[in-house]
């Protein structure tokens, strides 16, 4: 019993620390200007969704808080809001983890945070409304996913990694709009340009929990109800 215990802790711990090593490395690399502070968004924006899908809830949330808070001092050009930029990839993993691990209650809480974010943002902006227009989308993601088990993994990763990626999106929103104060017309150049990330995010996270999925699926921790 006590061999089994460590060897589940041993394992708990390597897929912490590998993960938060990934989010470290990809953060080196940029691949978007961040529009409204002189930072740019960097690769490690698959890994919080891949983080999400591949590990549980708590092991989610220290990987992505271990990895950015070192990310914080290795590639301080994508830190676009000071020590509060590892919040980004910690919502997004431990969110998207409970949606994906937790189906009815880790469901209920991500739906809650999206539209916080959502009402939060039109509290300021209410002008140019459809910037939250993918988050929308995300809860609805979030809602089918809690009542129906999407099997395929091509079909399944898609939305989970989309949901994780949202979540990560819409605490950037929210820091954009409360602490950088960017007016609504900002939101209007940033809208593409959040597509194009988001959808790099998603598709990027799918790729590798694909892939990862069908060699080495024993290592992973598996969806609950």
Same mark, same amino acid.
């Given at each position: 019993? &006590? ?23 990809? %953060?080196? !690399?940029?691949? %978007? ?13 698959? !890994? ?24 914080? /001092? ?25 949606? /994906?691990?937790?189906?009815? &209650?880790?469901?209920? +809480? ?13 509290? &300021?902006?209410?002008?140019?409304? /459809?910037?939250?227009?993918?988050? %929308?989308?995300?809860?609805? +993601? ?13 079909? %399944? ?16 929103? !929210?820091?954009? +709009? ?16 959040? +597509? ?13 929990? !694909? ?7 024993? /290592? ?6």
């Amino acid at each position: 019993m &006590r061999n089994d215990v460590r060897k589940i802790t041993a394992l708990m711990a390597a897929r912490i620390g590998v993960f938060a090593a990934l989010y470290i490395a990809t %953060s080196l !690399i940029p691949v %978007s200007m961040f529009i409204g502070a002189p930072s740019f968004l960097a690769l490690s924006l698959i !890994i919080t969704p891949t983080i999400a899908v591949l590990l549980s809830p708590l092991e989610a949330f220290l990987a992505s808080l271990f990895g950015g808070i070192i990310a914080l /001092y290795v590639a301080p050009f994508q830190a676009m809001f000071g020590p509060f930029t590892i919040l980004l990839p910690t919502a997004g993993s431990t969110f998207g983890s409970l949606t /994906y691990h937790k189906r009815k &209650r880790g469901s209920f +809480v991500t739906v809650l945070f999206l539209a916080a974010t959502i009402s939060a943002y039109l509290a &300021r902006n209410f002008p140019f409304p /459809y910037f939250v227009i993918p988050h %929308s989308m995300a809860i609805l +993601v979030v809602l089918i996913t809690s009542f129906k088990k999407m099997t395929p993994l091509g079909i %399944s990763m898609p939305l989970y990694t989309f949901v994780a990626t949202m979540c990560e999106q819409g605490m950037m929103m !929210i820091f954009a +709009v409360y602490l950088l104060a960017l007016p609504w017309q900002a939101f209007v150049g940033i809208l593409p340009v959040m +597509v194009y990330e988001r959808l790099l995010g998603t598709l990027g996270a799918s790729a590798i929990v !694909i892939s990862l999925r069908k060699t080495i699926p024993k /290592y992973f921790a598996q969806e609950k109800f």
